[in-house]
């Protein structure tokens, strides 16, 4: 099984904009995923931002969790506070720690609930970050 390791940064990157590649066609797109950020013109009104970070035997347990309902977790955390104020959801940016050993099939698997959860309500994953982490699995979204 493949792992990030043998990806390396910019393998894993070209996958995970592959994964998300209808975001390039949401509203409002200048430019899509690259160089960990992403333009998008703002409606006239007012814009709620959000951030939740997940962390590896604080937040979810990988014997217990799979990675695909992490991943739906990971961002209902976050829409789940832009709808208390009373917002409905644009964009989210999707950070990773991720051990290298990592195989990719889990990480496909997250990006798969991101992405099931994102289509349901109307919310593009427009970007994000990846980092190498020691051990546990860090998981950030704005």
Not at 28 to 50: H, L, S, Y
Not at 56 to 77: I, M, N, P, S, Y
Not at 101 to 118: Q, W
């Amino acid at each position: 099984m493949a792992t990030v390791r043998e990806t390396g940064e910019f393998g894993l990157l070209a996958r995970l904009a592959a994964t998300v590649a209808g975001a390039d066609s949401w509203p409002g797109r200048v430019r899509g995923i690259g160089d960990d950020a992403a333009i998008w013109r703002q409606p006239p009104a007012g814009m709620v931002a959000t951030a939740d970070m997940l962390v590896e035997g604080v937040h979810f347990d990988l014997a217990l969790t799979g990675w695909r309902d992490l991943g739906w977790k990971a961002l209902a955390v976050n829409l789940s506070d832009v709808a208390a104020m009373g917002a409905a959801p644009l964009l989210a940016l999707i950070s990773l720690g991720l051990p290298a050993d990592t195989p990719l099939a889990h990480v496909d698997d997250l990006y798969d609930g991101l992405r099931d959860l994102a289509a349901q309500s109307a919310c593009a994953i427009a970007g994000g970050d990846t980092v190498s982490v020691q051990r546990d699995v860090v998981i950030s979204v704005a």
